[in-house]
């Protein structure tokens, strides 16, 4: 699967947290190679909704097929196999502060190869994998950041190492949860153009959820509404109009407001 690009139809699935319904009777499909951008506001489902996609929450009912493998049929093995095909770029990064960047890189096979050769890898790596770093870095913009500490970095550096390392594993898909939150709106852009053009460039399927309404119409094709774990609407970034965005948003200002009457 690595290399191909791979898609994604989720059949009615539902996923509660305790008592509390987080996505509610989802059904979609995203073609691979296609690049589609989740919106809707804190709470909607967006995050959930990217975690259940690739298999690290499982749904409570409904199916999850990924490249025609039903990710709850699956063997773990076999789910870890799919999980390595699966870049992921977490909204807290989710790096090691105190690791050089290369590391930090290298730490992007740990699903692929297992803990102990990826552990052995980080530490003692060959000059070919340190010139692999290099060279997805290089497509990142900081390959001079190789051997500096992570923590040494700016946030909007620290971003493109999260997305370098899902990259290094060689994906067929990638998913970004909130990819801009911490960085300002010169640096939102770039790293979501840097995204989208990888996502082009490689092939690559991608599903990133945005706050950025601006951002998401400018670079998605396709956008999906989330609103309190529903689809409010899935359409051509083109043919969703102002009145629908605000809407999305208006309303659940509404209902937050209702709830906390």
Avoid: W
């Avoid at 709850?72 to 390595?84: D, E, H, P, Q």
């Avoid at 359409?235 to 208006?250: M, V, W």
């Amino acid at each position: 699967m690595h290399g191909t690009p791979c898609g994604f139809r989720l059949e009615d699935v539902s996923v509660q947290f305790g008592s509390t319904p987080a996505l509610t009777d989802i059904s979609l499909t995203i073609g691979a190679g296609e690049a589609v951008g989740l919106v809707g506001p804190s709470g909607s489902g967006k995050s959930t909704l990217l975690r259940v996609m690739n298999g690290m929450v499982r749904p409570a009912s409904g199916r999850v097929h990924v490249s025609g493998d039903e990710l709850g049929s699956i063997s773990r093995r076999a789910l870890r196999r799919v999980r390595a095909t699966i870049g992921f770029v977490h909204q807290e990064l989710n790096l090691i502060p105190n690791l050089r960047v290369a590391q930090n890189v290298l730490a992007g096979r740990l699903g692929s190869q297992g803990l102990l050769p990826s552990m052995r890898g980080m530490l003692f790596p060959s000059k070919q994998v340190i010139a692999n770093a290099y060279a997805v870095l290089e497509r990142v913009g900081i390959p001079e950041k190789l051997f500096e500490r992570t923590d040494t970095l700016s946030g909007g550096q620290q971003q493109r190492v999260a997305v370098a390392r899902a990259l290094f594993q060689r994906p067929a898909a990638l998913l970004a949860d909130e990819p801009v939150s911490s960085v300002d709106p010169a640096r939102a852009r770039d790293t979501v153009s840097l995204l989208t053009g990888i996502s082009t460039e490689q092939g690559l399927t991608l599903c990133a959820s945005l706050h950025n309404l601006d951002l998401a119409r400018e670079f998605f094709p396709r956008l999906i509404g989330l609103r309190a774990g529903r689809i409010v609407f899935d359409a051509k970034a083109s043919e969703i109009g102002e009145a629908e965005f605000h809407a999305l948003y208006d309303l659940a200002a509404a209902e937050m407001m209702a709830d906390g009457a």
